[in-house]
């Protein structure tokens, strides 16, 4: 394959210990945060605050040793899933130096409607983020605030505490939470002016619409279309970010959309602009410019396999790609990437190739270190 191809990734997630929620709050508040139990080996349960859902799983396949013992389960849990040290070591392995984390079963914190609840566990998990994920790699690991989003106030309130204990990066949901509104509406200034001010970065990550994605589709095609139905809050959120005027009347705030391809962009972006023109009359607010110039100003997008990715840099101008390796789940790139980067990238231009894998991300997360330098060939 040649050299090695350093990159950053802008999707991961990290697996929380089984036992975390009654690791850092009072039992009472730990037994109902979000859990999982395991049904059969297709299927497994996801219980938050009291309310239950099924849903499916991926076969999991394990890799044995030569004595018989289990090495590593091969669909998606790669060796340092738990384990940031193993991580770490994953990471260089695969040529992965700085990464964004999201939570794992944290993501069905969204359905919680209690915002005491959902207060106490974004404070308690944040702390819990800095002292055993951030702190082991600090110039590495970007792991994403836990928020409560019930109330404008304690979402702001959050945000604040989270960038003075050193986070840099918070997760919203694709969907606006329980008994909210939207994230167009002007209820949500104070959080984007808190966000502007601190250089926090806005993180939507896709499928976090409140509702199992998983299963909307049925019948002949359901796999694939669930799957590429999970893409569409993160675009959405972009486009309620801009067209509601939050991005422009904070110019400096930065959005990520995680894990839901890039080429959207351009596309969303052009259809944005011809309503913002050919139906003007209906359109409110006013903004200082047109919507996809502030689209590709102010909100970066990574994808993981997307063949058509580095084109919407090359070809149609929108600067803010990314990639990302979705560590360590079944749809990402671990045992991979190395493979997955050189067919992107090896025919693509160098420059192209270094804004995609690492200049972007520095735009969102200057304080990450630049990765090894690769010999020259």
């Known amino acids: 394959m040649g050299e090695k191809i350093w990159t950053h990734s802008g999707d991961s997630h990290f697996l929380e210990p089984d036992d975390l929620w009654h690791q850092i709050m009072p039992k009472k508040q730990a037994d109902r945060m979000p859990r999982t139990e395991r049904l059969s080996e297709t299927e497994e349960r996801v ?31 790669p060796p340092g899933a738990r384990d940031i040290g193993l991580r770490l070591k994953d990471l ?19 359905l919680i409607e209690d915002p005491q609840l959902i ?37 702001v309130a959050e945000l604040l505490h989270a960038a003075d204990i050193g986070l840099h990066l918070v997760s919203l949901t694709t969907g606006n939470p329980p008994g909210t509104r939207d994230w167009n509406d002007d209820s949500w200034e104070p959080l984007w002016a808190a966000a502007e001010e601190t250089g926090m970065v806005i993180g939507f990550h896709i499928g976090t ?29 972009a486009m309620k970010m801009v067209a509601g005027g939050a991005l422009d009347r904070h110019p400096t705030l930065k959005v990520l959309v995680s894990e839901g391809g890039a080429s959207w962009v351009p596309f969303i ?66 045992g991979h990437t190395q493979k997955t980067l050189h067919e992107l990238f090896d025919e693509v231009r160098p420059e ?17 270190s630049a990765p090894p330098a690769v010999p020259a060939s």
């Open 47 to 77: 219980t938050v605050d009291g309310k239950s859902f099924t849903r499916a799983l991926p076969k999991i396949e394990t890799a044995k040793g030569a004595s018989g013992e289990t090495i590593m389960e091969m669909s998606h849990r």
């Open 92 to 110: 260089d392995n695969e040529g992965v130096w700085g990464e964004v984390m999201y939570q794992s079963i944290g993501l069905w914190c969204n």
């Open 119 to 155: 207060k106490e566990a974004a404070r308690a998990e944040n702390e819990w983020l800095v002292s055993e994920i951030q702190s082991l790699a600090p110039d590495r690991l970007v792991p994403a605030a836990l928020m409560p989003l019930l109330t404008p106030e304690d979402a």
């Open 209 to 237: 619409d409140g509702e199992d994605q998983g299963s909307a589709f049925r019948g002949p095609g359901g796999a694939v279309l669930n799957y590429v139905q999970t893409t569409y809050g993160g675009q959405y959120a």
């Open 269 to 334: 972006g052009d259809r944005m602009n011809e309503a913002y023109r050919q139906h003007g009359t209906f359109v409110r607010p006013q903004l200082s410019m047109l919507p996809k110039e502030i689209l590709y100003r102010q909100v970066y997008a990574s994808f993981q396999h997307d063949e058509t990715a580095p084109a919407a840099l090359w070809a149609m101008g929108y600067q803010n790609v990314m990639f990302g390796s979705d560590y360590p789940h079944l749809e990402g790139t671990f």
């Open 352 to 368: 192209v190739r270094q804004r995609i894998t690492q200049g972007a991300f520095a735009d969102l997360f200057p304080h990450v």
